[in-house]
Protein backbone atom coordinates (compact mmCIF):
# COMPACT_ATOMS: atom_id res chain seq x y z
CA UNK A 1 0.00 0.00 0.00
CA UNK A 2 0.86 3.63 -0.71
CA UNK A 3 0.59 6.04 2.32
CA UNK A 4 1.04 9.95 1.98
CA UNK A 5 4.06 10.80 3.35
CA UNK A 6 4.41 14.49 2.84
CA UNK A 7 2.22 17.38 1.65
CA UNK A 8 3.83 20.19 0.06
CA UNK A 9 1.84 23.12 0.32
CA UNK A 10 2.63 26.69 -1.29
CA UNK A 11 1.25 27.24 -4.53
CA UNK A 12 -1.96 29.80 -5.26
CA UNK A 13 -3.08 28.17 -7.74
CA UNK A 14 -3.69 24.41 -9.47
CA UNK A 15 -0.99 22.63 -10.08
CA UNK A 16 -0.56 21.75 -14.12
CA UNK A 17 2.81 19.96 -14.01
CA UNK A 18 5.88 18.50 -11.74
CA UNK A 19 9.29 16.81 -12.85
CA UNK A 20 11.81 15.22 -10.73
CA UNK A 21 15.20 15.78 -11.40
CA UNK A 22 16.99 13.17 -9.50
CA UNK A 23 17.40 15.67 -6.87
CA UNK A 24 14.67 18.25 -6.46
CA UNK A 25 10.86 18.05 -7.54
CA UNK A 26 9.79 21.20 -9.76
CA UNK A 27 6.12 22.00 -10.20
CA UNK A 28 4.16 25.20 -12.08
CA UNK A 29 1.33 26.33 -11.19
CA UNK A 30 -1.72 28.66 -12.06
CA UNK A 31 -0.72 31.29 -9.99
CA UNK A 32 2.19 31.70 -12.81
CA UNK A 33 5.08 30.14 -10.67
CA UNK A 34 7.41 27.72 -11.30
CA UNK A 35 8.86 26.55 -7.68
CA UNK A 36 10.67 23.21 -6.83
CA UNK A 37 10.75 21.49 -3.47
CA UNK A 38 13.61 19.39 -1.13
CA UNK A 39 11.64 16.40 -0.80
CA UNK A 40 14.57 15.12 2.28
CA UNK A 41 13.55 18.55 3.96
CA UNK A 42 10.08 18.22 3.19
CA UNK A 43 10.29 22.05 2.56
CA UNK A 44 10.15 24.25 -0.90
CA UNK A 45 13.98 25.34 -1.82
CA UNK A 46 13.23 29.32 -1.87
CA UNK A 47 16.48 29.74 -3.56
CA UNK A 48 15.06 28.81 -6.89
CA UNK A 49 10.83 30.65 -8.01
CA UNK A 50 10.37 31.68 -11.83
CA UNK A 51 7.50 33.89 -12.20
CA UNK A 52 6.17 33.51 -15.12
CA UNK A 53 4.19 36.12 -17.71
CA UNK A 54 1.70 33.21 -18.49
CA UNK A 55 1.00 30.13 -16.66
CA UNK A 56 2.77 26.48 -17.75
CA UNK A 57 0.77 23.69 -18.76
CA UNK A 58 4.02 21.57 -18.75
CA UNK A 59 7.99 21.74 -17.58
CA UNK A 60 10.78 19.21 -17.64
CA UNK A 61 14.07 19.37 -15.51
CA UNK A 62 17.07 17.13 -16.11
CA UNK A 63 20.59 17.81 -16.73
CA UNK A 64 20.50 21.12 -14.39
CA UNK A 65 18.16 22.76 -16.51
CA UNK A 66 14.33 23.29 -16.04
CA UNK A 67 12.29 23.36 -19.12
CA UNK A 68 8.78 25.55 -19.39
CA UNK A 69 6.46 26.04 -21.68
CA UNK A 70 3.72 28.76 -21.23
CA UNK A 71 0.57 29.17 -22.22
CA UNK A 72 1.39 31.88 -24.50
CA UNK A 73 3.38 29.70 -26.41
CA UNK A 74 6.48 30.98 -24.67
CA UNK A 75 9.34 28.14 -24.60
CA UNK A 76 12.45 29.18 -21.90
CA UNK A 77 15.17 26.97 -20.47
CA UNK A 78 16.50 28.17 -17.15
CA UNK A 79 19.83 26.96 -15.84
CA UNK A 80 18.88 25.42 -12.13
CA UNK A 81 22.54 25.84 -10.98
CA UNK A 82 23.14 29.17 -11.62
CA UNK A 83 19.52 30.28 -11.87
CA UNK A 84 19.26 32.37 -14.99
CA UNK A 85 17.65 31.71 -18.66
CA UNK A 86 19.35 30.04 -20.94
CA UNK A 87 17.10 31.21 -23.39
CA UNK A 88 13.66 31.83 -24.47
CA UNK A 89 11.62 31.86 -27.38
CA UNK A 90 7.87 32.08 -28.62
CA UNK A 91 7.58 30.12 -32.01
CA UNK A 92 3.88 30.13 -32.62
CA UNK A 93 2.23 31.25 -30.05
CA UNK A 94 0.08 27.93 -28.77
CA UNK A 95 0.32 27.36 -25.46
CA UNK A 96 2.88 24.21 -24.98
CA UNK A 97 1.19 20.40 -23.70
CA UNK A 98 4.41 18.44 -23.80
CA UNK A 99 8.15 18.60 -23.34
CA UNK A 100 10.61 15.82 -23.42
CA UNK A 101 14.15 15.76 -22.88
CA UNK A 102 16.33 13.21 -24.71
CA UNK A 103 19.77 12.68 -23.07
CA UNK A 104 20.88 10.60 -25.28
CA UNK A 105 20.08 12.12 -28.54
CA UNK A 106 20.60 15.31 -26.52
CA UNK A 107 17.04 16.58 -27.96
CA UNK A 108 14.26 19.05 -26.72
CA UNK A 109 11.28 17.83 -28.25
CA UNK A 110 8.13 19.85 -27.55
CA UNK A 111 4.34 19.41 -28.48
CA UNK A 112 1.79 22.48 -28.65
CA UNK A 113 -1.88 22.99 -28.84
CA UNK A 114 -1.83 23.00 -32.76
CA UNK A 115 -0.01 19.88 -33.06
CA UNK A 116 3.43 21.36 -33.93
CA UNK A 117 6.11 19.07 -32.75
CA UNK A 118 9.77 20.84 -32.64
CA UNK A 119 13.11 19.30 -32.03
CA UNK A 120 14.81 21.66 -30.38
CA UNK A 121 19.05 22.18 -28.85
CA UNK A 122 18.45 21.91 -25.23
CA UNK A 123 21.66 24.43 -24.63
CA UNK A 124 20.95 27.26 -27.31
CA UNK A 125 17.04 26.65 -28.05
CA UNK A 126 17.50 26.61 -31.43
CA UNK A 127 15.49 24.72 -34.20
CA UNK A 128 16.40 21.52 -35.27
CA UNK A 129 13.29 20.41 -36.89
CA UNK A 130 9.79 21.29 -37.26
CA UNK A 131 6.80 18.96 -37.99
CA UNK A 132 3.44 20.62 -38.13
CA UNK A 133 1.26 17.75 -37.48
CA UNK A 134 -2.15 19.64 -37.43
CA UNK A 135 -3.33 17.49 -35.42
CA UNK A 136 -4.67 19.56 -32.49
CA UNK A 137 -3.09 19.08 -28.52
CA UNK A 138 0.57 16.58 -28.60
CA UNK A 139 0.01 15.19 -25.14
CA UNK A 140 2.72 12.83 -25.11
CA UNK A 141 5.71 12.50 -26.54
CA UNK A 142 7.74 9.02 -25.50
CA UNK A 143 11.08 8.22 -27.20
CA UNK A 144 11.71 4.31 -27.15
CA UNK A 145 14.75 3.33 -29.05
CA UNK A 146 14.63 5.03 -32.01
CA UNK A 147 11.09 5.54 -32.12
CA UNK A 148 9.33 8.81 -31.02
CA UNK A 149 5.66 8.52 -30.12
CA UNK A 150 3.12 11.10 -30.30
CA UNK A 151 0.12 11.23 -29.18
CA UNK A 152 -2.62 13.77 -30.63
CA UNK A 153 -5.84 15.10 -30.14
CA UNK A 154 -7.28 14.45 -33.54
CA UNK A 155 -5.18 11.42 -35.16
CA UNK A 156 -4.41 9.21 -32.54
CA UNK A 157 -0.54 8.03 -31.82
CA UNK A 158 1.97 9.05 -34.62
CA UNK A 159 4.94 6.81 -34.70
CA UNK A 160 8.27 8.14 -36.18
CA UNK A 161 11.36 7.19 -37.00
CA UNK A 162 14.43 9.16 -34.87
CA UNK A 163 16.33 8.67 -37.71
CA UNK A 164 14.68 9.91 -40.18
CA UNK A 165 11.37 11.51 -38.71
CA UNK A 166 9.78 9.78 -40.86
CA UNK A 167 6.21 8.34 -39.91
CA UNK A 168 6.33 4.74 -39.84
CA UNK A 169 2.83 4.25 -37.69
CA UNK A 170 -0.33 5.19 -36.31
CA UNK A 171 -3.32 4.34 -34.75
CA UNK A 172 -6.24 5.61 -32.28
CA UNK A 173 -6.08 3.42 -29.02
CA UNK A 174 -8.18 6.15 -27.32
CA UNK A 175 -10.96 8.39 -28.41
CA UNK A 176 -9.91 11.73 -28.45
CA UNK A 177 -6.52 11.46 -28.21
CA UNK A 178 -4.48 9.48 -25.78
CA UNK A 179 -3.12 11.70 -22.45
CA UNK A 180 -0.50 8.64 -21.32
CA UNK A 181 1.28 6.41 -23.19
CA UNK A 182 4.30 3.60 -21.70
CA UNK A 183 6.16 1.51 -23.84
CA UNK A 184 6.72 -1.75 -21.86
CA UNK A 185 9.67 -3.57 -23.57
CA UNK A 186 9.30 -6.91 -20.65
CA UNK A 187 5.91 -7.26 -21.51
CA UNK A 188 6.04 -6.52 -25.19
CA UNK A 189 2.86 -3.98 -24.98
CA UNK A 190 1.93 -0.33 -25.34
CA UNK A 191 0.04 1.36 -23.10
CA UNK A 192 -2.38 4.29 -23.48
CA UNK A 193 -4.77 6.14 -21.00
CA UNK A 194 -6.75 9.07 -22.75
CA UNK A 195 -9.91 11.25 -22.49
CA UNK A 196 -12.40 8.73 -22.92
CA UNK A 197 -11.42 7.24 -19.06
CA UNK A 198 -10.38 4.29 -20.39
CA UNK A 199 -6.90 2.05 -20.36
CA UNK A 200 -5.83 0.19 -23.62
CA UNK A 201 -3.25 -2.22 -24.04
CA UNK A 202 -1.56 -2.46 -27.67
CA UNK A 203 0.71 -5.11 -29.22
CA UNK A 204 4.38 -3.68 -30.15
CA UNK A 205 2.53 -4.19 -33.60
CA UNK A 206 0.12 -1.04 -32.60
CA UNK A 207 -2.97 -3.18 -32.73
CA UNK A 208 -5.09 -3.25 -29.44
CA UNK A 209 -5.44 -5.97 -27.78
CA UNK A 210 -7.84 -4.92 -24.62
CA UNK A 211 -9.75 -1.93 -23.47
CA UNK A 212 -10.15 -1.49 -19.64
CA UNK A 213 -12.85 1.05 -17.83
CA UNK A 214 -10.40 2.34 -15.62
CA UNK A 215 -12.07 5.87 -14.39
CA UNK A 216 -15.10 7.64 -14.14
CA UNK A 217 -13.34 10.35 -15.99
CA UNK A 218 -10.67 11.38 -18.74
CA UNK A 219 -6.91 10.03 -17.57
CA UNK A 220 -4.27 12.48 -17.27
CA UNK A 221 -1.38 10.46 -16.52
CA UNK A 222 0.01 6.32 -16.27
CA UNK A 223 2.90 5.71 -15.17
CA UNK A 224 5.04 2.40 -13.16
CA UNK A 225 6.22 2.32 -9.87
CA UNK A 226 8.11 -1.20 -9.17
CA UNK A 227 5.85 -3.64 -10.73
CA UNK A 228 2.34 -1.48 -10.29
CA UNK A 229 0.99 1.14 -12.70
CA UNK A 230 -0.69 4.50 -11.18
CA UNK A 231 -3.02 6.15 -12.99
CA UNK A 232 -4.47 9.87 -12.20
CA UNK A 233 -7.61 10.97 -12.89
CA UNK A 234 -10.19 14.05 -13.42
CA UNK A 235 -12.64 12.37 -11.10
CA UNK A 236 -10.22 13.34 -8.39
CA UNK A 237 -9.30 9.76 -7.43
CA UNK A 238 -5.69 7.51 -8.61
CA UNK A 239 -5.61 3.98 -9.11
CA UNK A 240 -2.83 1.58 -8.10
CA UNK A 241 -3.00 -1.10 -10.73
CA UNK A 242 -1.09 -4.90 -10.53
CA UNK A 243 0.91 -5.44 -13.45
CA UNK A 244 -1.11 -6.96 -16.09
CA UNK A 245 -4.29 -4.09 -14.80
CA UNK A 246 -6.63 -7.16 -13.88
CA UNK A 247 -7.14 -5.38 -10.57
CA UNK A 248 -7.13 -2.41 -8.71
CA UNK A 249 -4.90 -3.01 -5.30
CA UNK A 250 -5.47 0.58 -4.20
CA UNK A 251 -8.17 3.39 -4.80
CA UNK A 252 -6.93 6.75 -2.99
CA UNK A 253 -9.34 9.86 -2.75
CA UNK A 254 -9.53 12.23 -0.40
CA UNK A 255 -10.55 10.04 2.72
CA UNK A 256 -6.95 7.90 2.14
CA UNK A 257 -5.49 11.75 2.22
CA UNK A 258 -5.35 12.21 -1.70
CA UNK A 259 -6.57 15.35 -3.69
CA UNK A 260 -10.59 16.77 -3.48
CA UNK A 261 -10.36 18.02 -6.72
CA UNK A 262 -8.61 16.96 -10.19
CA UNK A 263 -5.89 15.15 -10.19
CA UNK A 264 -4.21 16.46 -12.87
CA UNK A 265 -0.59 14.14 -12.72
CA UNK A 266 1.76 12.13 -11.16
CA UNK A 267 5.89 11.88 -11.41
CA UNK A 268 7.88 9.23 -10.53
CA UNK A 269 10.47 9.80 -8.05
CA UNK A 270 11.62 6.37 -7.23
CA UNK A 271 10.32 2.40 -7.27
CA UNK A 272 8.54 3.09 -4.50
CA UNK A 273 7.87 6.70 -4.53
CA UNK A 274 6.08 9.04 -6.81
CA UNK A 275 4.25 12.50 -6.00
CA UNK A 276 0.97 13.33 -7.15
CA UNK A 277 -0.31 17.33 -7.91
CA UNK A 278 -3.71 18.43 -8.88
CA UNK A 279 -6.56 21.42 -9.04
CA UNK A 280 -6.51 21.48 -5.11
CA UNK A 281 -2.81 23.66 -5.13
CA UNK A 282 -1.97 20.43 -3.72
CA UNK A 283 1.82 18.17 -4.16
CA UNK A 284 1.51 15.03 -2.20
CA UNK A 285 4.28 12.42 -1.53
CA UNK A 286 3.32 8.75 -1.64
CA UNK A 287 5.77 5.89 -0.59
CA UNK A 288 5.43 2.56 -0.06
CA UNK A 289 5.25 1.14 3.48
CA UNK A 290 9.04 0.02 3.18
CA UNK A 291 10.54 2.85 1.38
CA UNK A 292 13.87 3.83 0.38
CA UNK A 293 15.66 6.74 0.83
CA UNK A 294 15.53 9.30 -1.46
CA UNK A 295 19.21 9.54 -1.22
CA UNK A 296 20.09 6.41 -2.23
CA UNK A 297 19.44 7.30 -6.07
Known amino acids: MFRSKVVLNGHAGPIYAASWDGRFLYSSSGDKYVTRWDLAASLQDSS ?22 CTDG ?31 QNWLIAGDSEGNLLVLDPKSGKRILHLPLAAGKIRTIVRKDSRCFVSTQLIGVLVFSCDTWNEIASWEPNELGSNALYVDETASRIITAGRDAHIVINSPDYEILKRIPAHYQAIYKLIAVGNQFVTASLDKTMKVWNSDFSKVEQRIELKEGGHNRSVNGVVLIDQQTFASYGDDKKLI ?6 PISWSDN
Open 285 to 290: VWQKES
Open 48 to 69: FTVKLEHAAYVIEAKQDCCFIG
Open 74 to 104: TLLAIDTQQKNILWEHNFFGNAWFSLLMDTD
